[in-house]
DNA sequence: GGCTTGATGAAGTAGATGCTTAAATACTCC
DNA sequence: GGAGTATTTAAGCATCTACTTCATCAAGCC
């Protein structure tokens, strides 16, 4: 565990990432894809959550697929868990108030 | 755990804080008097700490007593002790570097 | 080679963060 | 109640962060 790798996990957005990561491996483009923010910006959080060693890269063709490396994350694993549970809960707290917004 | 407290151990001041209040309850004085910065810099950061419900505030006539909330900080032992451990490697690995660099 | 697709790099910007100093609040003691 | 001490709040500033758009690079296809 380094410091790189805390801040890496504090944003919601690279926790989002890594998410996704954790569950399939995927190329940046169609990590891109799951997100409403642009290319560029999902390639700067990869370069992050990389140097971060949390997640590995592994070139395929002109794809470079992305997974999340199990031997950083899963010491984080119990963390991250409660985290996306609660990401989770704040999405749907936030649809509803959309909801009732209307 | 929030996002809140992730946000908050992120920051190496904060675990820093976290590090003196986990061992003995202190006051806000006596805790900025450890610290180069000013009293209103640790305020602001017990704030952050509070909110997070990392530390519990005690008022006892004119001090305010923080301690580290076993509670919230507990689920975060394991994370926070290899990240103190980290830090006091890279002070010590810091503070080489300058007695060289004399 | 030249075009297309997949991805990163570079430069710029708005908003967040960490600090500062100065002012305000809360409590105690006389 | 007035003075002194402990601490927070407010306002302002510099730096960092997450994003944008535009430019560039690398690999495969014809």
Redesign the interface.
């Known amino acids: 565990?380094?410091?790189q790798a805390?801040?890496a996990?504090?944003s919601?957005r690279r926790r989002e990432i890594l998410r996704l990561l954790w569950q399939t491996e995927r190329s940046a483009g169609d990590l891109a894809s799951e997100f409403e923010i642009s290319w560029p910006a999902i390639s700067q959080h990869l370069g992050i959550l990389k140097v971060a060693g949390l997640v590995r890269e592994r070139r395929d063709g002109r794809h470079r697929l992305y997974t999340a490396n199990p031997e950083t994350v899963g010491?984080?694993k119990?963390?991250l868990t409660?985290?996306w549970e609660?990401d989770l809960d704040?999405l749907a707290s936030h649809a509803e108030a959309e909801e009732r917004g209307k």
Chains 1, 2 share one sequence.
Do not use: K, Q
Request: net charge neutral.
């Open positions: 565990m380094n410091h805390l801040a996990i504090a919601d010491p984080l119990a963390v409660s985290m609660a704040r």
